[in-house]
């Protein structure tokens, strides 16, 4: 079982600013890397698949990137309604098909 | 507009059997691959079990299997999880995940999520 590990488990920062959160995998998942978004009391929101390419109606400033087992999702300029926890998921070798724990950004 | 739907959540004792469903709106659910995914209270997300758009391809968590049997009705373009020997692990958000990979680009839809609570 490919095991993802997301960090840091909880990042503070304000509107505006550029954020990047880290997923690595514990082997190689070639590109086959997704990220979501969840707020709370919500179903996810399917942001990136591929490691870099968005989901239909994803808006540019959310950007992948990594392949192997080195991950990224960078927000360019943080709006209010990007606070929320983020998951990464490899595709890759399953099942079973496996998340990372999640990264909570809040409001600093 | 697509909608995927996930139903039949409730509270169950522990031991007993529960069976959700998932049907969609806005898209032929028969023409994808499904996924059940869950969320126990307050923690992230686990991957349940797979089944293909043909069902030909059958998968399951090591610790679903033998307990949860997923299928799909294709005249009621639809598909169901039934749970059998239901344990206060089970007790979580079931979202049921419809996917499908055309022309090399991916297309994803997240139902809302149904809530089975196991309890005495």
């Known amino acids: 079982e490919i095991m993802m590990t997301q960090s840091p488990a909880t990042l503070s920062v304000s509107p505006g600013e550029r954020v990047t959160l880290s997923c690595r995998a514990s082997?190689?998942?070639?590109?086959?890397l997704a990220w979501y978004q969840q707020k709370p009391g919500q179903a996810p929101r399917f942001l990136i698949y591929g490691s870099s390419i968005r989901a239909t109606g994803i808006p540019d400033r959310f950007s992948g990137s990594g392949s192997g087992t080195e991950f990224t999702l960078t927000i360019s300029s943080l709006q209010s309604e990007d606070f929320a926890v983020y998951y990464c998921q490899q595709y890759h070798n399953w099942p079973p098909l496996t998340f990372g724990q999640g990264t909570r950004l809040e409001i600093k | 507009e697509v909608q995927v739907v996930e139903s039949g959540g409730a509270v169950v004792q522990p031991g007993g059997s529960l069976r959700l469903s998932c049907a969609a709106s806005g898209i032929t659910l028969n023409n994808y691959d499904v996924n059940w995914v869950r969320q126990a209270p307050g923690k992230g997300l686990e991957w349940v079990s797979h089944i293909s758009s043909s069902g030909n391809k059958i998968e399951y968590l090591d610790s679903v299997k033998g307990r949860f049997t997923i299928s799909r009705d294709y005249a009621k373009n639809s598909l169901s999880l039934q749970m059998n020997s239901l344990g206060a692990e089970d007790t979580a958000v079931y979202y049921c995940?419809?996917?499908?990979?055309?022309?090399?680009?991916?297309?994803?839809?997240w139902g809302q999520g149904t809530l089975v609570t196991v309890s005495s």
């Open positions: 995940l419809a996917n499908s990979w055309f022309g090399g680009l991916l297309t994803l839809y």
């Open positions: 082997q190689s998942v070639s590109s086959d």
